[in-house]
């Protein structure tokens, strides 16, 4: 082979040698546009909301309401559109006057149902919404009771929860016991009812119960103050 028939051999050689690396290297930029185009943007979760009608403040010891076993107390809530889910509802609890001989200052607070509602008839409390669930006992009195549901309640359905409209609230399991406190300044939203074995009652305040609402949800253990029993069926 003459030297000029090896030089060109070689030049053809390496001239394939760096197309065939720059070909590789468009291919697999390429490539990795294509791994980013596919690539879904994180989707931001919004913080928990919590709703509520009263102002955080009942005034007067004799703003409450309290039931007789089997009664129920709702209030309505209107979640905003991002909400998926119904996750908390929080209670405040009053003074119920009740003593405890061997620890005065022991609370004396009972269980309660904790209750969601679809929409019913007249935009009023219809099916349960969510799993049966029952708070626990000697919760502290003059304080918000926070209780996570175990099961948080899907609202994005518009056929059961049109608007995302629903209700949270409790059935009594003992009379008289708890007692929730109510906001009266005005303006009252006439959002609270009271069922008294037979119908909806509208409460004339605003009975200061929340919800809590979120996008997004996580498992949730039932703590001391809440716990799934098949009772007050």
């Not at 303006?187 to 037979?198: E, H, L, Q, T």
């Amino acid at each position: 082979m003459s030297a000029w028939r090896w030089r060109r051999n070689t030049s053809a050689l390496l001239v394939a040698g760096i197309l065939a690396l720059l070909f590789a290297g468009i291919d697999n930029a390429a490539a990795g546009r294509n791994r980013e185009a596919t690539l879904e943007p994180c989707r931001p979760t919004r913080a928990d909301t919590i709703l509520a009608w009263d102002d955080g403040d009942y005034g007067s010891i004799y703003n409450q309401v309290s039931g007789q076993l089997g009664m129920k107390l709702a209030v309505r809530f209107q979640a905003p559109p991002w909400a998926e889910y119904v996750t908390e509802i929080r209670y405040f609890i009053m003074d119920d006057q009740v003593e405890d001989p061997e620890d005065p200052n022991a609370p004396t607070t009972q269980p309660f149902a904790v209750r969601v509602w679809k929409p019913g008839p007249g935009v009023l409390p219809g099916e349960y919404g969510n799993a049966f669930q029952i708070s626990g006992s000697l919760y502290p009195e003059e304080a918000w009771l926070e209780l996570p549901l175990a099961s948080p309640v899907n609202i994005s359905d518009g056929g059961e929860y049109p608007d995302r409209t629903f209700f949270v609230g409790l059935e009594w399991g003992h009379a008289w016991n708890p007692v929730i406190g109510f906001d009266t300044d005005d303006p009252i939203d006439y959002c609270s009812f009271r069922w008294n074995w037979v119908a909806w009652e509208i409460v004339l305040a605003d009975v200061m119960i929340r919800a809590v609402v979120s996008d997004s949800v996580t498992p949730v253990e039932a703590s001391t103050w809440t716990t799934i029993k098949a009772m007050f069926r």
